[in-house]
């Protein structure tokens, strides 16, 4: 198999491409890679335990989860910010996977109806443009039983110091990781998609990022 094999879609619409903050966001999510990893590895190994050789990933960014993929498998990317893709083909050669990218909005998948088992997401429902929609656009292309697994920073509870600090640096936050927002409650926003089943777990990790500290995990069923 060729490992090296993509399929590259016509350009994103409405995704704004920044020279300077793209290049800059793959190389810090590839040096920050280790420690991420060790930070929500439990989680991860959770919540992706068992996924099928064929896997959707919304914004695979410089391919973080490609360790939980098997090798021979096959991830469909979608990942709209093309200065992610050098690193995220690398990362796809190095672990056996095929790699399948799409430079599409994870709104607008360009996937058939219920066509999938298996959407993962991980740190990417914070700077979609419209979470609903993408939610909407997940439960379109999962079989019925398909699962969407999905790990993402959440808003903190009002009165804490991790909200007050949220609120504060929601605007530097944003500009600096390409429209990244640390306030959105994604727990109401996934339990009010219209999935069958969903299980969720907060949780908080300790970085010295303090807006990123407050964190769900879980396994939506369609």
């Not at 999935?195 to 300790?206: A, G, N």
């Amino acid at each position: 198999m060729d490992h090296d094999s993509t399929t590259t879609t016509s350009p994103p619409t409405g995704f704004e491409l920044h020279a300077g903050r793209g290049r800059f966001n793959a190389a810090f999510f590839r040096m920050m890679d280790p420690y991420l990893e060790r930070t929500l590895r439990r989680h991860k190994r959770r919540v992706f335990a068992g996924l099928p050789r064929a896997v959707v990933e919304i914004g695979s960014g410089v391919g973080a989860n490609l360790r939980y993929l098997e090798p021979g498998g096959t991830l469909i990317a979608i990942e709209p910010n093309r200065y992610m893709h050098a690193r995220l083909r690398a990362s796809a050669h190095r672990a056996g996977v095929r790699l399948d990218l799409r430079e599409r909005l994870a709104e607008q998948t360009g996937l058939a109806d219920h066509s999938v088992d298996a959407v993962i997401s991980s740190l990417v429902l914070c700077s979609v443009q419209d979470p609903e929609a993408v939610l909407a656009e997940i439960r379109r292309i999962l079989r019925p039983g398909g699962t969407f697994r999905f790990l993402e920073h959440v808003v903190a509870r009002s009165g804490t110091p991790t909200r007050a600090a949220q609120r504060i640096l929601r605007r530097p936050w944003a500009w600096t990781f390409e429209g990244c927002s640390c306030e959105r409650d994604l727990e109401h926003s996934v339990r009010a998609a219209g999935f069958e089943t969903v299980t969720i777990d907060l949780y908080r990790v300790h970085t010295p990022f303090l807006p990123f500290n407050t964190h769900i995990a879980g396994i939506a069923h369609a």
